[in-house]
């Protein structure tokens, strides 16, 4: 798994610069398991993480904040690469955001599975309507509603 | 002679073999390039980066033009030391004459100080313009030769800010005598 977490919200082995993180990527893209947390300063280097995990394949892609790395009408993006031909390369991806409408239409066009706390925001209420989760606005607390395509 | 037929199924080459054989290699190899492709793109990307412009006060464009005046003569005294150099060849000139040119080129570059120019062009300009200007200022009138002796002259500005000369001393420079 590998996050890319620039508010330092996860765990696991931290990586500041994409030097380190090639150089250990290189050493073990054939381990079981890892655990692997992103927090770069420069957005070039996200970029090139989306390539590495289409390079290594077999990769849990965890992306918080998923509207800073590819905008609601960006054509052009290695994340947009991923969402659209992932599947090819067994390369899972999660992305977390706050608001719906900021997304890619295509990563919400192309989501299996969606999960939405409360939302009250009208516009984030009815984008969500539109990809088929209905009522986000009547959720209480940690309640949430789950839609699996 | 029977042309040689391409195989519809063509053997892969060696490097293709081996480049399976030896899959972790090309996965190692691809991330350490797509590492360093990305900072060579950081790169280029900083240095197509636009400088920002220090924002200018009229009081600093004032101190840059006064700066432009006092660089402008102190280059226009070292242009004339030059040229006084090659004057000296034939006759020295004495300290006055120098002030004398130093202040008219002073002069001459106030005259200019509200515009901004690009300097070492001015510079050059000017420089060139001295080395016509002196020599038409009766300067070679005053070096006299007369039967291989050269004159010292004692010069004098006029009423019109022209260059005049009184009392010519005719010397024997081979003697040595200066004064």
Redesign the interface.
Known sequence: MIILDPLDEHQGILFFTLDDFAFYMSEHFKDDEFRLVCRFQDMADYEAVFEIAETIKNVCLVVEEAQIYISARSRESKFLRLCHFGRHWDVKVIGIARRTPELSSDFRALSQHIISFCQTHPPDVKTMADMGVYDVDKLEGHDYKEVIY | MPKKQKSLNPQPEFSEISENLDN?EV??E???E??E???E??DE?QERKPKTKKYISKKDVAEKQKAVVESGAFAMSKALEIIVSRIDKEQPLVEVEKEMFNDAFKTFFEKYADFEFKYKEEMVLLSVLAVIIIPRLDIKKLLKKENGKQTNNNFRENGNGKISVSNPVITDRTEGDNT
């Open positions: 972790d996965i190692k691809k991330i350490s797509i590492a492709n990305t900072k793109l950081k990307k």
